[in-house]
């Protein structure tokens, strides 16, 4: 199976950054941006960012899980304020998705608690962003909700990373 790879100006820039204080910080506000613009999975940073500073791995996880309720916080605002129809005109396929059917049933039953779920697990969550910001959307509640689960997935990660390298270095 051929694993993804982060593009090489991203990991020489992890690489070089590394020893630097803030470099968790600069790999949070990767985690940030790529669940501001969902454009690429971040798990596919966060593995590399902590094979090359492996004893940072906690900080990390947990600001990378901080940036990224930060991050979904705001897509939930954005969405809300473009509304459905523009969202609608951009995305036309994403109506008749089924993860979005899925998503559409949890989010009505179970609400936040399917948000921190979803986010903690591989499923995508920018659907489930999506629908809950067509409702009443409660921005601290998101911030609490993806930021906890992220946290975990991302401390796990990080860890099970940390633990066992050798494992996760097809990936840098």
């Known amino acids: 199976m051929k694993h993804p790879h982060i593009p090489a100006w991203l990991r020489r820039f992890l690489d070089l950054s590394a020893e630097h204080r803030y470099y968790p910080l600069v790999v949070a506000l990767i985690a940030f941006i ?23 791995w906690l900080i990390i996880g947990l600001l990378c899980g901080l940036a990224s309720g930060i991050g979904a916080t705001v897509l939930v605002e954005l969405f809300h304020h473009l509304g459905w129809e523009m969202v609608n005109q951009r995305y036309p396929d994403l109506l008749d998705s089924e993860t979005l059917q899925h998503v559409s049933e949890w989010l009505e039953n179970y609400g936040l608690i399917a948000l921190m779920i979803i986010a903690g697990s591989p499923m995508p969550q920018t659907p489930a962003l999506l629908l809950y910001s067509l409702v009443n959307p409660s921005p601290p509640g998101v911030l609490f909700a993806v ?20 494992r996760f270095m097809e990936y840098r």
């Not at 966060?46 to 500073?53: E, F």
């Open 34 to 56: 790529s669940t501001t613009t969902f454009s690429f999975p971040f798990v596919l940073v966060l593995i590399p960012a902590v094979l090359v500073a492996p004893r940072r």
């Open 147 to 166: 930021g906890i689960g992220k946290t975990i997935k991302y401390i796990f990660l990080a860890w099970a990373t940390n633990r066992y390298p050798a």
